[in-house]
């Protein structure tokens, strides 16, 4: 059974830090290009950033430039998402979803494009 399992989510304070990771069962990160998508009550599904399978990383949300960075250890066949100075708006459900191509681009913006998706993981940021 293909899977995706994300980890990591929680209750943070304004201003701190999470690391979530995304890792595999059934088949093997190395393949894919990864990307991690966030769902805030209300709002569309926003792609959040993308790291291809060679390490390239893209950016598809403006606002977490500068706090968000992605990154894959293959040998642990995981990908993490760093987040740093977490605001309230960052508040939402994260998931991790794997594509078949190489690359990241405008075909896996809004993660309609995406193979293979995980359950997500809750983010609150609150005070």
């Known amino acids: 059974q293909l899977q995706l399992v994300e980890s990591g989510g929680g209750l943070v304070q304004p201003g701190g830090s999470l690391r979530l990771s995304c890792t595999s069962s059934?088949?093997?990160?190395?393949?894919?290009?990864i990307g991690w998508y966030r769902h805030a009550p209300g709002k569309e599904r926003e792609g959040v950033l993308c790291?291809?399978?060679?390490?390239?990383?893209?950016n598809y949300a403006d606002s977490v430039k500068g706090r968000f960075t992605i990154s894959r250890d293959n040998a642990k066949n995981t990908v993490y998402l760093q987040m740093n100075s977490l605001k309230p708006e960052d508040t939402g459900v994260y998931y991790c979803?794997?594509?078949?191509?190489?690359?990241?681009?405008?075909?896996?913006?809004?993660?309609?494009?995406?193979?293979?998706w995980g359950k997500g993981t809750l983010v609150t940021v609150s005070s």
């Open positions: 059934g088949f093997t990160l190395d393949y894919y290009a």
């Open positions: 790291i291809s399978r060679s390490g390239a990383s893209t």
């Open positions: 979803a794997a594509g078949h191509g190489s690359l990241c681009g405008r075909h896996y913006y809004t993660g309609d494009g995406m193979d293979y």
